[in-house]
């Protein structure tokens, strides 16, 4: 069964996969997909999600003509 639902209903990928990187269970999370399409999209949400929290982490790093 795809684990993208919550204890508050439905999770859009990129939600749940927030959700799969904090706890640290990536491999776990993408591990629960039987579809191949599903698993894509997932794995693509844990690429988006890392690159975006990299990227905030990195903000005060970059000078002010680039923010």
């Given at each position: 069964?795809?684990h993208i639902?919550g204890?508050d209903g439905?999770y859009?990928?990129?939600?749940a996969a927030?959700?799969?990187?904090?706890?640290?269970?990536?491999d776990?999370?993408?591990?629960s997909?039987?579809?191949?399409?599903?698993?894509?999209?997932?794995?693509?949400?844990i690429d988006e999600?890392n690159?975006?929290?990299y990227?905030?982490?990195?903000?005060?790093?970059?000078?002010?003509?680039?923010k």
């Open positions: 069964m795809e639902y204890d439905f859009t990928f990129k939600d927030a959700e799969a990187i904090a706890e640290g269970r990536v776990e999370w993408l591990d997909f039987t579809n191949y399409d599903d698993y894509q999209e997932a794995s693509d949400a999600v690159t975006e929290w990227n905030d982490a990195h903000m005060d790093d970059l000078p002010n003509e680039y």
